[in-house]
């Protein structure tokens, strides 16, 4: 009835160890496959970001995440140690909460045979509520984080609450770079009323958690829809996750709503948008490099992690704010009035985490090229 994983078997000699005339660089990409789109701009920056500085690099894409995507999920772990240790040149972990109950589930005896170079870029840890703990339900994960950790060239991590959560492992090289989606724009804040104003927010994921909160994001965007209205503009309900439509749609039937599996289609929906308000974090971060102003409504370290290292604590708001709505609708008028300075201090201090991720991710390249003896001219 059960599917037994192939066990890792070792190998001796790989593609990255062989002295071959390469014409491509063969990486083995292990990331979020979901249908879910914020997995899709961590792991289009990433892919876009490596390549200014490695273009000859051709991704095999491993889907690591135990949910419902795109092919059967696959971790880092057994046959797929085998396969990458053959036949990659380097093996890189990119996409966003893969520290929220470790979901590569790596295992420290079986990472430390493998052959290619690994990488770790962007990742983040996720809590069960805004002031809880990350999420680790397995002591034995801890170890396995950090000797994936310690096997890694490079580690990067998306905020500093990520950081010191390694460093309590007793890993102390992880680099914090920010969300590599944070830069797939690189533009000025500016303020086009014209567009709708995106309302993003996870119904079923946050309901199957925390009845209280999932209650009070729905009296929330009511609050915020007829303040949007009232400002003379369009809300538009934005989802991430097909599993958030039907959810919606049943509180919300008679809203504009938004969706699709397609992420060139949703980076299309955010380019028309004048404002992005709501807790999908993804959808915030990629407001940020738009210069699309947003107002993110943290609702666990994710947000909060974001917040914090950004310098957004007194713009973004939390899930127990408790005059949500009216404190969203003061932001807005903030806003509307052209006042944009706050997002002139966010883009004063995140200039200097774009520099370090460009820098780490030029670094991930040379360590490849360094690693494999470079391509051969002709």
């Not at 005339?21 to 914020?38: L, Q, S, V």
């Not at 069960?128 to 680790?136: A, Q, V």
């Not at 992420?263 to 699309?292: C, N, P, Q, T, W």
Request: glycine share 8%; aromatic share 10%; net charge neutral.
């Amino acid at each position: 009835m059960f599917r037994r994983r192939p066990r890792m078997k070792r190998v001796c000699e790989g593609r990255s160890t062989q002295d071959l005339d390469r014409k491509t660089y063969i990486i083995h990409h292990y990331c979020p496959h979901t249908f879910n789109a914020g997995d899709h701009f961590v792991v289009r920056a990433i892919r876009q970001h490596l390549e200014q500085y490695l273009p000859e690099a051709v991704f095999v894409p491993k889907a690591c995440a135990d949910n419902r995507g795109w092919g059967r999920p696959v971790g880092l772990r057994g046959d797929n140690i085998t396969q990458s240790s053959k036949y990659a040149d380097a093996v890189i972990v990119g996409g966003s909460d893969q520290y929220n109950n470790w979901s590569l589930r790596i295992k420290k005896e079986e990472v430390i045979h493998l052959l290619p170079p690994l990488f770790l870029i962007g990742l983040g840890v996720s809590s069960r509520s805004i002031d809880g703990p990350p999420t680790i339900d397995k002591e034995s994960y801890l170890e396995d984080i950090r000797v994936t950790n310690e096997k890694a060239e490079l580690s990067s991590v998306r905020d500093h609450y990520t950081q010191r959560f390694l460093e309590s492992l007793g890993f102390k090289r992880s680099v914090v770079t920010g969300c590599p989606s944070m830069y797939l724009f690189d533009r000025d804040f500016a303020l086009d009323p014209g567009g709708p104003v995106a309302l993003t927010f996870p119904f079923p994921v946050v309901r199957a958690g925390n009845e209280a909160a999932y209650s009070k994001l729905i009296g929330s965007i009511r609050d915020i829809v007829k303040t949007v209205r009232a400002l003379g503009l369009r809300p538009v309900i934005a989802c991430h996750d097909d599993r958030d439509v039907t959810a919606a749609q049943g509180v919300f039937p008679e809203e504009e709503f938004f969706f699709s599996n397609y992420v060139d289609k949703v980076i299309d929906f955010y380019e028309r948008a004048s404002i992005v308000v709501g807790s999908r974090l993804h959808a915030s971060i990629l407001a940020s490099g738009m210069g699309k102003p947003f107002i993110n409504i943290n609702l666990d370290v994710r947000g909060k992690g974001f917040t914090e290292t950004f310098g957004l604590a007194g713009w973004n708001l939390d899930i127990d704010d408790p005059g949500l709505g009216a404190s969203v609708g003061k932001r807005l008028k903030t806003v509307l009035s052209g006042d944009l300075s706050v997002y002139e201090d966010f883009s004063r201090i995140r200039a200097p985490f774009r520099a370090t991720y460009m820098d780490f991710m030029q670094g991930v390249a040379r360590t490849i090229v360094e690693k494999s003896g470079g391509i051969t001219d002709e």
